[in-house]
């Protein structure tokens, strides 16, 4: 769908897009399961996909999320971040590491960001994209060329080229 004719503007509406891309899973009756907002890699568009089609609506995912199912909640918790509604996402997800992204982007909508979250952040999540992200965060509470800034931001260069070759398999 191209986001920029008259045609996509009543299904932007519909479906509240707030970015592009926006990749929306929906059911038979154009339902919205869940949504992918920015670029996804293959692997976790084909984990998602096959995930959302064990599900016949939203509804349905929250139930099975209240019932204990992991997938599900993982769902629910996708679904909410990426409708920017991150206290709902905290509640639905399982996992640590997706709890503290959506504390992190709830933490973002304050005027500053919270030094101890992402402090704790550093500590909890060692060597991983949370990390790195606080790190950049703190730095940028700094003076640029200061001894903070330029501490947090070679650690995170450091965890990024870290990251870099363990995805490329070195």
């Given at each position: ?25 929906a059911n038979s009756k154009f339902e919205e399961i869940t949504r992918f907002i920015g670029f996804y890699n ?63 982007e709830q933490d973002k909508l304050n005027s500053t960001p919270s030094k101890e979250l992402l402090q704790k ?7 991983s994209l949370l990390e790195m992200d606080s790190n950049i965060a703190l730095a940028e509470m700094f003076e ?27």
């Amino acid at each position: 769908l191209d986001a920029d004719t008259v045609v996509s503007w009543e299904l932007k509406t519909k479906y509240k897009i707030t970015g592009y891309p926006t990749i929306i899973f929906a059911n038979s009756k154009f339902e919205e399961i869940t949504r992918f907002i920015g670029f996804y890699n293959l692997t976790a568009f084909e984990k998602t996909f096959k995930l959302v089609n064990k599900y016949k609506n939203i509804e349905e995912v929250i139930t099975k999320a209240k019932t204990g199912d992991e997938s599900a909640a993982k769902i629910l918790g996708d679904y909410y971040f990426n409708k920017k509604e991150f206290s709902e996402s905290i509640k639905a997800y399982k996992s640590p590491y997706d709890i503290r992204r959506a504390e992190l982007e709830q933490d973002k909508l304050n005027s500053t960001p919270s030094k101890e979250l992402l402090q704790k952040t550093i500590k909890e999540f060692p060597n991983s994209l949370l990390e790195m992200d606080s790190n950049i965060a703190l730095a940028e509470m700094f003076e640029k060329n200061s001894g903070e800034f330029k501490s947090y931001w070679h650690k995170a260069i450091e965890i990024a080229e870290s990251l870099i070759s363990k995805f490329q398999g070195r």
